[in-house]
């Protein structure tokens, strides 16, 4: 929600739970799939985050019609709600997202500090 209100000033309530659920799936690949390349691990999170947005956006915009967000006027968007500009801007997003997404792997909930 905070990425969302520096770059549109403002947000939805959600928002908060599309991004929770993009982090967690962003989380648990790390966990999962660790030893992948970054580059694979954008990848996936653009895709994931793209069709969660989707799946929200179908909801909230199209049938709630809140009109949160409407990227009709952007280039290769699919009903308004994803578009190119965004998927791309999620895979570099990604990048420090997983790196915290290790950094609570690894400081907060290590396998090793589980069997302390």
Known sequence: MLIEIIWRGYTHWSMGICGGICFLGIYIFEIVKNDCHIFQKCLFGSLFITANEFITGCIVNLFLDWKI??????????????????????FFLCIPTFKIARLIRDKIFSPKKALQ
């Open 69 to 90: 967000w409407d990227y009709s006027g952007q280039i290769f968007n699919i009903l308004g709600q994803v578009c190119v500009l965004y998927s791309i801007l999620w």
